[in-house]
């Protein structure tokens, strides 16, 4: 049976998640996609309707907003951020969110895409949720639970705090983000806006899961340059760019340097955009690593083999152009442990079992935390993320929603 807390927070992600807010990597504006806006007014709707009485967007799309402090004591300032916008990776579109009460480890075969069948088998962290009510949706799309359960987890929390005056704590400050997914989330957020002292992402995965960590990344374009001829007349003097770029490519590790063969602190560089042409051809690669210095490492990696590549094809050449994404916030916390020390005696104390966690990928904390914001990551319940297979357990948010109470007054009580 669901409690109260449960079924409003379930009840608002399922709102949330039918509000198309995908973004878009390839787009030159800020946000990516116009339509995140369309969430982030309703947010900000909500929270003065549930007391928020300062809660606005800016022009690029961030939502602010203040729970305001009902102590005397002079405490840290604490954020908590989650982000709108969904991956580009598969539809966010019309998306049909469907309950399933009181889940009993039985495969779920979603209904507008017969063929995708979530299972415990597939999905081992399911099984550990028998009894949970589950969200996913209808099989043509993913769910938007990355981050839209952390949103519902963080209005319902405000709501929460608001009514309840007997929780004591400093000042909460609420951000919701766009363009997190594309790696852009706080490109154009106005810190002297957010005034906070710390702050938290609500953006993680496991019940209990706190996330210290996550990649150090770049992004890095190889580009090799062939030569142009008339395929008619084209012996001994055409180099096909696609053809040197596809030489290239299969030299690429099979093992041991790859998404698809490394796991937990091991890094890799994943190619993931092609474009390529007679005379020239590109590849985008994501280099990942959780210690900054193995980065040029794994980049002097693809340019050995871009150099051995043009041995193959006299008279091609080539060009690499890196760009710096964001490092493993664990360099910023490491300064202020306490920032995660509170947050495990919340999680106890909420009955949580805290587990430290790494994150393969990013989050906007690591951005947030060289921005003077430490900001670790905080879990939701979302799974099989960027898929039609992702889903949410309810009680995996109420869980989120009591560590954060908590969380509040760890902060006020050492204040």
């Given amino acids: 049976m669901m409690t109260e807390k449960a079924r409003k927070v379930a009840d608002r992600l399922m709102r949330y998640v039918q509000v198309d807010t995908q973004s878009d990597p390839y787009s030159e504006t800020f946000p990516s996609t116009e339509k995140q806006k369309n969430l982030s007014l309703l947010l900000v709707d909500e929270l003065q309707s549930i007391g928020v009485t300062d809660a606005y967007m800016d022009e690029w799309g961030y939502v602010f907003g203040t729970v305001p402090s009902n102590t005397?004591?002079?405490?840290?300032?604490?954020?908590?951020?989650?982000?709108?916008?969904?991956?580009?990776?598969?539809?966010?579109?019309?998306?049909?969110?469907?309950?399933h009460q009181d889940y009993q480890g039985q495969d779920i075969t979603?209904?507008?895409?017969?063929?995708?069948?979530?299972?415990?088998?597939?999905?081992?962290?399911?099984?550990?949720?028998?009894?949970?009510?589950?969200i996913t949706a209808s099989g043509s799309t993913l769910l938007g639970a990355d981050d839209k359960a952390g949103v519902a987890i963080i209005m319902q929390l405000a709501e929460e705090l608001i009514q309840n005056s007997s929780?004591?704590?400093g000042d909460i400050r609420i951000l919701f983000t766009p363009d997190e997914e594309v790696g852009r989330g706080v490109d154009k957020l106005d810190m002297t806006k957010l005034n906070a002292d710390v702050g938290?992402?609500?953006?993680?995965?496991?019940?209990?899961?706190?996330?210290?960590?996550?990649?150090?990344?770049?992004?890095?374009?190889?580009?090799?340059?062939?030569?142009?001829?008339?395929?008619?007349?084209?012996?001994?003097?055409?180099?096909n760019a696609v053809k040197v770029l596809s030489h290239f490519l299969e030299t690429?590790?099979?093992?041991?340097?790859?998404?698809?063969?490394?796991?937990?602190?091991?890094?890799?560089?994943?190619?993931?955009?092609?474009?390529?042409?007679?005379?020239?051809?590109?590849?985008?690669f994501l280099i990942r690593d959780f210690t900054t210095a193995n980065l040029e490492k794994h980049q002097q990696v693809l340019i050995d083999l871009a150099?051995?590549?043009?041995?193959?094809?006299p008279g091609a050449r080539y060009e690499v152009a890196v760009k710096e994404q964001y490092r493993n916030m664990r360099e910023m916390l490491n300064?202020?442990?306490?920032?995660?020390?509170?947050?495990?005696?919340?999680?106890?104390?909420?009955?949580v079992?805290?587990?430290?966690?790494?994150?393969?990928?990013?989050?906007?904390?690591?951005?947030?935390?060289?921005?003077?914001?430490?900001?670790?990551?905080?879990?939701?319940?979302?799974?099989?993320?960027?898929?039609?297979?992702?889903?949410?357990?309810?009680?995996?948010?109420?869980?989120?929603?009591?560590?954060?109470?908590?969380?509040?007054?760890?902060?006020?009580?050492?204040?």
């Fill in 72 to 99: 005397d004591k002079k405490i840290e300032t604490i954020c908590f951020c989650s982000h709108v916008d969904t991956a580009p990776d598969c539809s966010g579109a019309n998306v049909k969110p469907i309950l």
């Fill in 110 to 134: 979603l209904p507008d895409d017969t063929t995708q069948v979530i299972t415990t088998n597939q999905h081992s962290y399911l099984a550990e949720r028998i009894g949970d009510d589950i």
């Fill in 167 to 169: 929780v004591k704590h």
């Fill in 200 to 239: 938290y992402t609500l953006d993680g995965g496991t019940r209990g899961s706190l996330e210290g960590d996550t990649f150090s990344a770049n992004a890095m374009t190889v580009t090799f340059h062939g030569i142009s001829a008339h395929p008619g007349y084209a012996k001994g003097k055409m180099v």
């Fill in 252 to 284: 690429l590790p099979p093992t041991g340097l790859s998404p698809e063969t490394t796991s937990r602190a091991e890094g890799f560089v994943h190619p993931y955009n092609l474009k390529g042409q007679l005379e020239v051809a590109s590849v985008d």
């Fill in 307 to 313: 150099e051995k590549t043009l041995a193959h094809y």
């Fill in 335 to 351: 300064q202020f442990p306490h920032i995660e020390d509170n947050a495990v005696e919340a999680m106890k104390r909420a009955g």
């Fill in 353 to 415: 079992e805290p587990k430290q966690d790494l994150v393969r990928g990013g989050t906007d904390g690591s951005r947030l935390s060289f921005m003077g914001l430490p900001c670790p990551n905080i879990f939701t319940g979302e799974m099989a993320i960027h898929s039609k297979h992702e889903y949410v357990s309810v009680q995996d948010m109420e869980a989120a929603i009591d560590t954060c109470m908590e969380l509040v007054q760890v902060y006020e009580e050492k204040g």
